[in-house]
């Protein structure tokens, strides 16, 4: 898993849209991620934008992630005279 971590420096995140589903013990947790910065031996800053769910179970009172996933969010082309 260490090897899809992209080695950024001076990262920025953002997390955007969260929405929370709560059923009992169970919540659901989506948003989008957007995390800004360098790569060694680049100059220019990277943008990488995710699709994120994270799904939470409370037990003993606590909450505690279960499973999470991400995907990245592909960039959009744009067509000539767009």
């Not at 992209?6 to 920025?12: G, K, N």
């Not at 849209?17 to 990277?46: C, I, M, W």
């Not at 943008?47 to 992630?65: F, H, M, P, Q, V």
């Amino acid at each position: 898993m260490k090897n899809l971590k992209l080695p950024f420096t001076d990262a920025c995140y953002e997390m955007t849209e969260p929405k929370v589903q709560r059923h009992g013990d169970v919540a659901l947790l989506t948003f989008h991620l957007v995390n800004y910065g360098k790569l060694p031996n680049r100059s220019e800053s990277v943008l990488a934008r995710w699709n994120s769910t994270e799904i939470s179970c409370r037990s003993d009172g606590k909450w505690k992630i279960i499973h999470s996933h991400w995907s990245y969010i592909r960039p959009e082309v744009k067509q000539q005279g767009s």
